[in-house]
């Protein structure tokens, strides 16, 4: 039996993701047409700035306020690891 057959995950959550499709939408809003906005870019983008953006999981209300207060050092972490991104893929879209 694997674990999540006992446990309940659901409240599990990483506001990391958040953070970053906020980021990512506005990062969007402002780029030029030069940068693609398909389905597997915007996807691409996403995944590399979660993989080098630090993880913020919360499983309750306390966790959710702390992580609602994102510091100065967090947003600029995470808008890095989102225009890095877009560069990235804007320079090597997939085929």
Not at 62 to 73: D, F, K, N, P, Q
Request: charged letters at 30%.
């Amino acid at each position: 039996m694997a674990i999540d057959d006992f446990y309940d995950f659901t409240d599990l959550k990483n506001d990391t993701e958040r953070l970053v499709f906020e980021e990512l939408d506005r990062q969007l809003a402002d780029a030029g047409p030069e940068v693609p906005r398909t389905q597997e870019c915007v996807l691409d983008m996403a995944a590399y700035a979660l993989n080098h953006a630090r993880p913020l999981y919360r499983v309750n209300l306390i966790g959710r306020l702390y992580a609602l207060s994102s510091t100065e050092v967090r947003d600029r972490e995470v808008q890095s690891a989102v225009a890095e991104a877009i560069h990235r893929v804007t320079e090597n879209p997939p085929r």
